[in-house]
C-alpha cells in the first residue's frame, strides 16, 4: 500500500503536469514491453516495437527490470520542460553521489546482475553516460515517437477530466476523482504499491504526471529526499486507441454540424452540454461524436454518468485548417 500525507501546504501545491514525461514513459513502456504484460492493451504496440528496436536499447533491460525497483534519476523533475533532448540534459547531468546512491539501491534489489554499463553509470563515467544517452534516445524514437500524438490527446483528454475536478470542487475534488485507482482520504492519498510506502510530502507539494504507459497502479520516487512527483495510470478513453482517422470514416465528417462539433469539445465537455450548446437532442450528439470518435479526431472518456470529449492533435489540425463554421465561432491562425 502507498500512502501519500498532505498538510495544507501541500494541497495547495499541487499540480497535474501540462504534457506527458518523456522519461516517465520510456521507463514505464519499456517495463511493459519486457514484462509481457497487459496483452489487450498494448499487444499490437509491443509487436510492432520489438521488430524495430535497435540493439544499442539493449543497454536498458538491467536497468527497467520488468517488476520492482528503476533508477531515480532516470526520471528526474524536468520542472516544466517536457522536450526530450532538454529531458536527456538532465538525466545525463545528474549528480555523481545520486548515480551512486541509486545503482547501489538497484544493485541490492537485483544482486549479481548488474551489467559493467550499470556499474559504470553508479561511477558517473562519461562514456557510460554516453551510451545511456543513446540508449534512450533510440528507444524514444523508435518505440514512442511514432505514437507520440496518440499519447499527448490521452493526457489532453486526462487533463481535461482534471480541470473540471479541481473548478468544480478544488483540490479535495481533484484528488478524490481519482477512484478507484487511488483513493483520497484527508488528509492521505492511499494506492495499491508493489510494497508497503508512506511517502510525507512536508509542504513540498505534489506533482500529478498522467502517464499513458502506467497501468493499474501510480508510481512515485524511491528517494523521498527528491522533489514528489506520482506518475498516475489514464483512464484511457472509449472506443480502444486510434493512430488517426482512415478514409472511410473522415468521409462521413462532411457537414457543418460535425466541424461545430469539433470546436465545441476543443476545451472538453460531456453529450449533454455538447447538445446543449448546439441545439441538438442528445442522441444526435451521440452519433455525431461516435464518427468523430472512430475517425481518431476525438476522445470520449466516461466519469460517473457522463462521458467527456475532447479532441485529438489530429482533430486540431483538422479544424485548424477550416474557415469558421457557424455562430460564435472563433477567427483561428494558421
Keep these: 500500500m502507498l500512502r501519500v500525507y498532505f498538510t495544507s501546504d501541500d494541497l495547495a501545491r499541487v499540480r497535474v503536469a501540462a504534457a506527458p514525461d518523456p522519461l516517465w514513459e520510456i521507463t514505464n513502456s519499456f517495463q511493459i514491453l519486457v514484462s509481457g504484460r497487459e ?25 527497467l527490470p520488468p517488476r520492482g525497483y528503476s533508477p531515480d534519476f532516470l526520471t528526474p523533475d524536468l520542472h516544466g520542460s517536457f522536450h ?29 546482475r548488474l551489467t559493467g554499463l550499470a556499474r559504470a553509470l553508479a561511477g558517473g563515467e562519461p562514456p557510460a553516460l554516453r551510451t545511456l544517452g543513446t540508449a534512450l534516445r533510440a528507444y524514444h524514437q523508435h518505440a514512442l515517437a511514432p505514437y507520440w500524438e496518440v499519447v499527448q490527446a490521452h493526457v489532453d483528454a486526462d487533463r481535461a477530466l482534471r480541470a473540471r475536478a479541481m473548478m468544480a470542487e478544488g483540490v479535495e475534488g481533484l484528488l478524490a476523482g481519482f477512484r478507484p485507482v487511488m483513493r483520497w482520504k484527508p488528509p492521505v492519498l492511499e494506492a495499491h504499491y508493489p510494497v508497503e510506502r508512506e511517502l510525507r510530502l512536508n509542504g513540498l507539494g505534489l506533482l500529478l504526471q498522467p502517464s499513458f504507459f502506467c497501468v493499474r497502479t501510480p508510481v512515485t520516487l524511491a528517494d523521498g529526499e527528491r522533489r514528489p512527483v506520482l506518475a498516475y495510470p489514464l483512464q484511457h478513453p472509449l472506443g480502444g486507441t486510434h493512430r488517426g ?12 454540424t460535425r466541424a461545430a462539433v469539433l470546436e465545441t469539445v476543443v476545451s472538453g465537455c460531456t453529450t449533454s452540454e455538447l447538445a446543449g450548446r448546439l441545439g441538438i437532442s442528445g442522441p444526435a450528439a451521440s452519433q455525431h461524436t461516435a464518427v468523430l470518435r472512430e475517425a481518431g479526431l476525438i476522445l470520449s472518456v ?33
Design 39 to 63: 496483452r489487450a492493451a498494448f499487444g499490437e504496440w509491443r509487436r510492432q516495437t520489438r521488430g524495430r528496436l535497435p540493439q544499442v536499447c539493449a543497454a536498458l533491460t538491467t536497468l
Design 84 to 112: 526530450l533532448e532538454s529531458a536527456l540534459d538532465t538525466v545525463l547531468s545528474t549528480p555523481r553521489a545520486w548515480l551512486r546512491t541509486d545503482m547501489t539501491r538497484l544493485a541490492a534489489a537485483a544482486p549479481g
Design 245 to 256: 482517422g482512415s478514409p472511410e470514416p473522415l468521409g462521413a465528417l462532411i457537414g457543418r
Design 302 to 334: 466516461r466519469r460517473s454518468k457522463n462521458v467527456l470529449h475532447t479532441i485529438t492533435p489530429a482533430g486540431l489540425s483538422l479544424l485548424r485548417s477550416a474557415p469558421p463554421t457557424g455562430p460564435g465561432s472563433t477567427t483561428r491562425k494558421p
